[in-house]
């Protein structure tokens, strides 16, 4: 039982006597930008060995390029900026922007929705010649890949060996230029822990079937025995079409991969309009049998379900599949639902709470009705609290409007993030008075798309009646015994819809217990300075507004805490949003 | 309690129970073959750390101790998980543990975890040695590593010119 390997001593040591390649690694392995990792390849020979052939490089190739430049020479140095172009300058410093080929080992490729040739570039010497294999070097240090742009259909097959390879994440645009024989380079991932198939956000002008083919191609080809992670949008021809081939395929996947814990499915559309007769088809129940089986196999901890038809505003019926699917789950710790409102969605979800009542703890509802009302001004159906209340451990709520009959709500709940909520009998006081633990309440407008669609948020008025809650007034009745508990923070992304939250805040009048929601001086003005700057650099989707996050102090008083802090919705929403915006920035100190 | 002797290279002999012990890969090891090939299963386990002195194997045990009802970390933890997975699990107690070593001391103390197979510790050192990287010129770095560049010729430049990106950021 002993060792043979002898330490030299202490005070003559340094890093390269001392230290392996294998823990030089690790400690390079850290560093989290390329600035750092490029100055260890500088130190000597051996440390820029470890980079090129161990660690490899982060490597970005995009278009956004310019923009970054501009960004990181024009923005002030301290300014805070709004997290999306955070990310876009986050990019500039973390990765290596390439615009030739490679000749470093690569720890990370992200190819952005960029320009093609500059990908080719990026992987090939000789991109106009096809006999010659793109090179790309050291492809066992490759971890982590991320495609959203054709790529060249040799790409995986030359590749090898990916040993090391954990992170893939192809966009259904990526796809469209494989081949069949695009994936055997996919054959055996063994590290591969994480597979996404990413929707395209901008719908280019692509085959569907060619996709639908080589997604098809790629999960029956893919073969990772460690996957956890599964995200998979794919496109469904006809709405009406049940035979689609890529449910097939998926499930076979999943059969294929028992150890996935957490499963995404969007159903996307292409980008043409859905066509189909008109008359209903039900979803055979062969194939629901064979969804209900396929989800007796496999036990998760958290599903997503999208239906993500912008074209159509019929539910898709692989719905009804992933519903039977997710029936079968009695472990789930998460799920999440984007759709499309139906009689049946709400039964089905009632189902599927109540087999994971006692592990259920984060529920996120959206649904949208199946056809607009803007005579009613609805855009999202109403979540209602009854489908909650089998939920015995349910700690966190996000629902994408209105919430119905609070009183059903789980005393369970620590966080509530509701889109919409108005003065009516489903106020903020009734929420806390069915709360024992509550801790965040969110209020987030983030709905649009309807001329009546905006302007939700929260009124003044239930701000007042958040406040009077939190009370020690003697007279409340025991089942309001509770009211007087405080919730620690509340947080309202898009201000108060009328604009007119009192300068000198609003106090409850408790001497006893007093609570009061103020407002501090904003640290900073740059948001203005930075819609102009935008507009320059003709990025003018992107509008930012303020939020308001009120945090309870130890005196009892809820301060805004992050007065200064943006986020971006699109423009289509922007001059609603900036009227707002600006109304509540105009009552700052 | 079960205890088991693990001696350093320099002869020192500390006594620790074989749970403890058993949070050490290499340990749990040497203890599990030592209970299969000894006749007695009273017997108490003895451990020869030959590349550890005394100094170094007190900080890891030390270590352990204030672990040991921590998780056992996968040893592929990184792997699956990428970058940064060094900054969890790193406690006030491990930056007060760490803070009085130099540098000589923390490469030693990573060696041992290493060689004992204790990640968490692994982890936390190897961290602390990323940081002193961080943010600093390459000689900055080479100084405060005692190291030489060993580049010929036109090699330094070459890698100057496979950095000029971040250089002009």
Excluded at chain 1, 250 to 275: A, E, W, Y
Aim: aromatic letters at 6%; one cysteine or more; a neutral charge.
């Amino acid at each position: 039982m002993t060792d043979h390997v002898k330490l030299p001593a202490v005070d003559t040591i340094s890093v390269n006597d001392v230290l392996p390649n294998e823990i030089l690694e690790q400690v390079i392995h850290n560093l989290t930008t390329e600035a750092d990792i490029c100055a260890t390849k500088s130190v000597c020979k051996r440390w820029k060995l470890i980079v090129d052939t161990m660690v490899g490089h982060k490597v970005l190739a995009t278009n956004f390029y310019p923009m970054v430049h501009i960004l990181k020479k024009e923005m002030p140095q301290k300014a805070k900026l709004p997290s999306n172009l955070k990310d876009i300058t986050s990019l500039n410093e973390n990765y290596h922007l390439a615009i030739r080929e490679l000749t470093i080992g690569v720890d990370e490729l992200l190819m952005d929705e960029s320009m093609t040739a500059t990908i080719k570039c990026l992987i090939s010497t000789c991109v106009n010649d096809p006999n010659i294999t793109p090179s790309f070097p050291f492809p066992h240090v490759l971890k982590r890949l991320s495609c959203f742009e054709p790529l060249p259909p040799d790409l995986f097959n030359t590749l090898t060996p990916l040993s090391t390879l954990s992170y893939l994440n192809i966009s259904l645009f990526a796809l469209s230029s494989m081949k069949s024989n695009s994936f055997s380079g996919l054959r055996r991932l063994r590290c591969l822990t994480t597979l996404i198939i990413s929707n395209t956000s901008a719908y280019p002008d692509f085959n569907c079937c060619s996709v639908t083919n080589q997604l098809c191609n790629l999960l029956t080809e893919l073969n990772a025995p460690n996957l956890i992670h599964l995200n998979v949008s794919y496109p469904v021809k006809d709405l009406l079409n049940v035979k689609d081939d890529c449910t097939t395929a998926l499930m076979s996947f999943i059969k294929r991969h028992l150890t996935i814990l957490t499963l995404v499915v969007g159903m996307c559309s292409p980008n043409q309009d859905i066509k189909g007769p008109t008359k209903e088809f039900r979803y055979p129940q062969s194939l629901l049998d064979l969804m209900g089986d396929l989800g007796k196999s496999i036990s998760l901890r958290s599903v997503t379900v999208k239906d993500n038809h912008l074209h159509s505003l019929r539910p898709s019926l692989q719905v009804k599949g992933w519903t039977a699917f997710m029936k079968q789950q009695n472990r789930l710790n998460s799920l999440q639902f984007l759709l499309k409102s139906s009689v049946e969605l709400n039964q089905d979800v009632s189902a599927i709470l109540s087999k994971n009542r006692n592990t259920l703890k984060n529920l996120s509802l959206s649904c949208f009705p199946c056809e607009l009302n803007e005579e009613n001004d609805i855009f999202f159906v109403p979540v209602d609290c009854r489908l909650l209340s089998d939920c015995l451990v349910l700690q966190n709520l996000r629902a994408t409007d209105r919430l119905l009959n609070t009183m059903y709500l789980p005393n369970t709940l620590k966080s509530i993030h509701v889109d919409a909520m108005l003065t009516n009998e489903d106020s903020t006081g009734i929420i806390l008075a069915k709360t024992g633990v509550l801790e965040t309440i969110e209020f987030r407008d983030t709905r649009g798309g309807t001329p009546k669609g905006f302007g939700y948020g929260i009124t003044v008025e239930s701000l007042k009646e958040f406040v009077k809650m939190h009370s020690s007034n003697e007279d409340k009745s025991q089942s309001d015994k509770n009211i007087g508990r405080k919730v620690k923070r509340l947080i309202i992304l898009a201000g108060c819809t009328d604009g007119k939250f009192p300068p000198e805040g609003i106090y409850n009048q408790d001497s006893i217990q007093p609570v009061q929601l103020r407002k501090r001086k904003a640290p900073s003005t740059f948001t203005q300075e930075l819609i102009g700057d935008l507009s320059v650099l003709e990025v003018n989707q992107i509008l930012n507004y303020p939020r308001i996050d009120w945090e309870l102090n130890e005196k009892g008083f809820y301060e805004d805490k992050l007065a200064s802090s943006v986020t971006s919705i699109m423009e289509h929403h922007s001059y609603e949003w900036l009227q707002d915006a600006e109304s509540v920035m105009s009552f700052r100190e | 309690m079960a205890l088991v002797r693990v001696i350093s290279s320099d002869g020192a002999a500390f006594l620790v129970s074989q749970r403890l012990a058993k949070r050490s890969g290499k340990l749990k090891t040497e203890i599990e073959t030592f209970r299969k090939s000894s006749d007695n299963s009273e017997a108490q386990p003895e451990i020869r750390i030959v590349t550890i002195r005394a100094e170094i194997l007190r900080l890891v045990l030390q270590w352990l101790q204030q672990h040991q009802n921590d998780p056992v970390l996968p040893a592929n933890q990184n792997e699956q998980d990428g970058r940064g997975d060094a900054e969890m699990g790193q406690s006030q107690w491990d930056r007060d543990f760490l803070a009085p070593m130099d540098l000589g001391i923390v490469m030693e103390l990573i060696l041992a975890a290493n060689h004992l197979e204790v990640k968490g510790l692994l982890d936390i050192t190897c961290k602390l040695v990323e940081s002193k990287i961080t943010g600093r010129t390459v000689d900055e770095i080479r100084t405060a590593f005692k190291l030489k560049s060993d580049f010929k010729g036109n090699e330094e430049e070459q890698t100057r010119l496979e950095n000029r990106w971040c250089v002009e950021n």
